[in-house]
Structures are given as C-alpha cells and as structure tokens.
C-alpha cells in the first residue's frame, strides 16, 4: 500500500481564494510526522509545514494550515488567501517513528495553478 | 545557516562518462538522502545515510549508481556508465534525527546524458 497517497493531479484557484490539496497516509507506528513540501517553477524543495501525530491542535504557518484528521489518516493542506506565487507542485510526506533515521515518504504531488 | 549545498548545478555529459554528484549537508544533520525526480517517476529516492551509514540503498537504480558518505559533511552519488535515462533533477536532502525533523533540500543538480 501507499504510504502517503495525493489523489489531485492538478489543481485551480482563484486568486484570493482558499484551496485544499489533499494527502492521506498509511501507517501503523502512532508515533510520526507529516509534512508539506512547495516545489516552484524555479525547481527547489520548500519545506512549509508540520504536523506531529501527537500534536493536539492543526498546524499553522502564516497562510498555510493543516487540516490534520487522526482517525480519517488524512493530512490536507489548506492554503488561505491564494497568491500568483503559490502556483507550484505541493508533495505531503510522512515520516514515520522517533527514531535517528528513517526515512521520508513522498506523495505524487498536486499541480496548484492560482488564476489571476 | 548554510542550506544543503549541492554541486554542480548542471551537468551535461556524454553517454558513458562516469558522473559524480557532490552534497554537503548542513552542519549537525545526521540523515542524508539522495533522490532523483523525473516527470515520469516522479520523487524516488536512491539511497539514506544515518550518521554516515548507508541504511537503504534499494532505491538505487542499478549498479552503475553508487553513492558514499566519507564524514558527515560531504556525500557524493557516482554513475559510472552513465545513459541517457538517468537524466533528471538528483536532489541531495539532510535532516536532523527523530520523526519531527523536516528534510531540508538542496537546490538540486540537473544532470542531461545525451
């Protein structure tokens, strides 16, 4: 089974508009986190946001937030207020444990295209 | 700080030359991954250090790659032949130890055999 699963290929958004990109995970260790990654045009690996498992509250960083659902496994990525510079490739990742060591698994991504 | 820093940027080389990839990862980082992306497969990853170890190398293609972790401020990812299929964006990514710890990730090295 996949471990993180993006079921959005691609996306749109109006400009100033909220949007939602999916992530659901698989995993059976209680103990992991969760991240978001923005991969613009320009290529490099924005790390944006995370959510540990024992995390009791939705993480939030400026614009971005997490809509963390323990029981659904799910991880979605709310982004508020879009702006033309969000257009980017979005990947959720898991790691799992608390261990030195292990290692990060990445979804497929979703392609967000924010409409001026 | 120092981000993960990669070299070279670009590399554009002949089919059968061998290819080194260079990493340093930032300082105090004790994981080190490897990855490669392509449009048709998207994010793999290629192999892990932990504390300079290698701990999964299975996502290594064949064994034309190889990748080594002398210390923990320097990695570099061989090709030897290189092809043409193994053109890509390879990212080299370091993070601190334990499940909270992001990856942070180079700039990427784009590599085209021809």
């Known amino acids: 089974a996949q471990k993180i699963t993006q079921t959005q290929p691609g996306m749109f958004v109006q400009e100033k508009e909220a949007v939602t990109l999916d992530c659901t995970y698989d995993t059976s260790d209680p103990s992991y986190g969760l991240f978001w990654y923005k991969q613009p045009s320009s290529g490099e690996m924005i790390f944006l946001i995370y959510?540990?498992?024992?995390?009791?509250q939705n993480a939030t960083e400026g614009r971005y937030s997490l809509n963390f659902q323990k029981a659904r496994k799910s991880a979605n990525l709310v982004i508020s207020a879009s702006q033309l510079g969000d257009s980017a490739m979005y990947f959720c990742?898991?790691?799992?444990?608390?261990?030195?060591?292990?290692?990060?698994?990445f979804g497929t991504g979703t392609s967000l295209t924010v409409i001026p | 700080d120092a981000g993960v820093i990669q070299s070279p940027r670009h590399e554009v080389t002949e089919m059968g030359q061998e290819v080194t990839l260079r990493c340093k990862p930032i300082?105090?980082?004790?994981?080190l991954f490897w990855y490669r992306q392509t449009m048709m497969r998207g994010l793999e990853l290629l192999i892990y250090f932990n504390n300079n170890v290698p701990i999964d190398d299975s996502g290594m293609p064949e064994d034309r790659f190889s990748a080594k972790m002398p210390n923990a401020s320097f990695s570099t990812l061989k090709i030897q032949p290189s092809e043409p299929r193994d053109s890509a964006v390879y990212f080299c990514a370091s993070s601190l130890g334990g499940g909270n710890s992001p990856l942070h990730f180079g700039n990427g090295t784009r590599l085209t055999v021809t």
């Open positions: 959510q540990g498992s024992y995390d009791q």
């Open positions: 300082s105090g980082h004790n994981s």
């Open positions: 990742a898991m790691r799992e444990g608390l261990n030195t060591g292990n290692q990060f698994y």
